[in-house]
């Protein structure tokens, strides 16, 4: 069985939506930006129910996160993502489990715990996490997906300051450039999240063209001057920003500077944020209408954004605001398509595995920054010196590479240099020698 991401023409226009429990058809991708003041805790609901919350805030917060989540009436967390060691990022998650016996699936994180610093380690914050939920994390690295939703894609862009693409490896410095930086993609429909990612690594996604024209971006370090670089503005162009902040003298987020660079871009995002910043200085807030909190004193300032099941519109609500934006078109469709697959060779599969890529188009087509990925998360990177010629085919060789064909079945995608996701091949077995070509 084959499914390819195709365009969708339909008019953009603003519609209502209806929930409806138990036809998944009906209901919309909601994505809950928790007000948990100074930190970050994003919860992603697909329309089938399935579960993804990104960090869960400081110490005291997994309250605020379990009051969205009674609401919902959801006691389990498909997938937990923690971006990064810093508190405020997963300070939370620890009472979910413990206090309101939430029960958490799956469980990622960056990484390289026998590498962090003793304090860290020592922290009865870190000890709790790693309790509760750290020690059983899947390291994360650049241009893995995460099993979320069959219907979603995300995958992990960068991881401990190394982004998918680099060649010859950098690590971060620098815990906040460590974070992972994640695309959630459904099918028209684009978000970015990155933890407190600052300029070293937002610059290292852009120079590379990695993550381009998005719907949605939830601002890197909570609207930090260190981070949203221009370069990394110029590729996103959000129509909607979302600004996890607190009323923090110290931090002074948003930064005025930061709020000056979205207002400079073509054309210009809607920029929220979770609550309003009193303490003067560097820091500066967007107007009034846009703030969920405007006391800044409790957790009424939680931003909800609700994408429709034909990822036509995007919903922005809070407090008793309601504001509608389209989807942006995808571009033309691929030309690239996956044309047949050889996951059981005669001889060793690791060397002579075979994927068949076909040119659709009149024009040649590079394939630098083109690669395969399987729904494990590992990567097939096709020749970044090849090109492929007008209505013609290009066979590649696995040679080694990470991506297995599994002899089982799987499904294998082929992504584009914007990391698009732009044609699918599944296929249920193999025999051994056997060609299988798409349907």
Known sequence: MRSRVYINP?????????WIPGVSAAQPLKIFHIDVEQGDATLFVSPNNKTLLVDSGKNGHGARINSILQELQIDTIDVFVNTHYHEDHYGGVDELVRDFNIHIRRTYDRGDKDFISDSKRNQASFQDYYEFVGHRATHLTRGMSIPFDEEIDVTCIA???????????????????????????????????????????????????????VDVYQANHHGSHTSSSWLLLEDLRPTVV?????????????????????????????????????QGRLGANTADEFIADLESVDQDGTIEVAVDN????????????????????????????????????????????????????DDTIPLSGWFLRDRSGKVWTLS???????????????????????????????????????????????TEGEIIFAN
């Open 242 to 278: 979302v600004i996890s902040n607190g009323n923090h003298a110290g931090y002074m987020h948003p930064r005025a500077t930061t709020l000056n660079k979205f207002k400079m871009l073509d054309p210009q995002p809607a920029v929220f944020q979770t609550n309003k910043y009193y």
């Open 310 to 361: 034909e990822t036509t519109i995007i919903t922005v609500r809070y407090r008793d605001q309601e504001m509608h934006f389209p989807v942006k078109r995808a571009g033309e469709k691929s030309p690239l398509k996956i044309e047949s697959l050889l996951p059981n060779p005669i001889g060793p599969d690791r060397q002579l595995e075979l994927v068949t890529i076909k040119n659709t188009s």
């Open 159 to 213: 991881s401990g300051g190394v982004v998918l693409g680099e060649v010859d490896p950098v690590p971060a410095v620098y815990e906040n450039d460590m974070s992972l930086a994640l695309l959630l993609q459904f099918r028209e429909f684009k978000y970015f999240i990155a933890g407190d990612i600052g300029v070293t690594t937002e610059d290292k996604i852009a120079h590379r063209d990695i993550v381009t024209s």
């Open 384 to 430: 970044l010196e090849q090109h492929i010629e007008p209505h013609s085919t290009l066979k590649f060789i696995r040679n080694g590479m990470a991506m297995s064909l599994n002899n089982d079945g799987d499904e294998i995608i082929l992504i584009n240099p914007s990391n698009e996701v732009v044609d699918r091949f599944q296929y249920s077995g193999s």
């Open 10 to 18: 339909l008019i953009l226009a603003i519609i209502s939506f209806l």
